[in-house]
């Protein structure tokens, strides 16, 4: 080097050289600016990150999620309290005459009271499958749909096999078995008739049941008396469970089907004119609807339409083929 400042002589320690060196030459102060903001750039880079909402409340997220699921989990246990706590089904409401204030596939809770005016009738079907129609001037208690409280008028009830039902009068229960029967309250009696099957009573207040038969008839006061006479299964006293019939869609159905129901109905017995009309009436497929007529005018009306004839003899109907 020229500078002699920086000449080092032989045995001058490091202190000595650096006194000799003399003041070093200050940095210049844009220098220095420019320098001091590019290294606190760099250090709010490395070190110096704006902390995040996880960061600085690590604990929150958890506790929100923990909230969330406490308030589903009592929104579900409040709507299964609800559903739970409300009554069960017992019947829906399948066919209307006259003016009863229901509607038709209206459902009715166990518990419900049905009642029906002077020119008014109904049809239920309860909820496991059975048929329960209601004459006018009637009222009962659907208490389950296993269980029915006649309270006054007459009833009828189809079981179609399905499970028995309990029916209970001023006179004592009665549970029908695979049978048609009609109840009916008169004063202090209750009047029973067996269509089809067969109805076991129990008495109030006594310990030894009654069973009547299709084909018969009981009345049963309250203090336990029981008179039993004889009807027939096509007697005109069932013609009133007509009128709160309901008749069934024909579309797509055979012939042979409808005449089975009319005659479930109507109590009769089935016989045909002859061998192929008895054949045909099961490949006879109808079609249309008969829904809004009364069941012996659907009959007609099935009847020619389908190109057969029919009459009815003691109880039986007899359908003939030309």
Known sequence: MNDERFEQNEGESPQELLRSAGARTSIPSDDFEVIRNEARAVWRTQFAKEPSFRDRWPWALPLAAALCATLLLGWWFAERKNETSLPPIAAQVVSIRGTTGFVGGQTLTAGTKVETATGSWLELVLAGGQSLRLDDETAVVLVSANSISLERGRLYFDSLHHSPVRFSTIAGDFVPKGTQFELRVVEDAVH?????????????????????????????????????????????????????????????????????????????????GSNEAALLAHEVILHGSVSDMAPDDALNTVMLSSGFSHRVSDGTLVVSHP
């Open 192 to 272: 029973l008739r067996v269509r089809e099957g067969q109805v076991e009573l129990r008495p109030a207040g006594a310990n030894t049941p009654a069973v009547a038969r299709a084909g018969e008839q009981l009345i049963v006061r309250e203090d336990g008396s029981l008179h039993r006479s004889g009807i027939a299964r096509s007697h005109p006293d069932w013609d009133w469970i007509l009128v709160a019939a309901r008749v069934p869609e024909i579309e797509g159905r055979t012939l042979q089907s409808f005449i089975d129901w009319i005659a479930r109905e109507r109590g009769w017995n089935v016989e045909f």
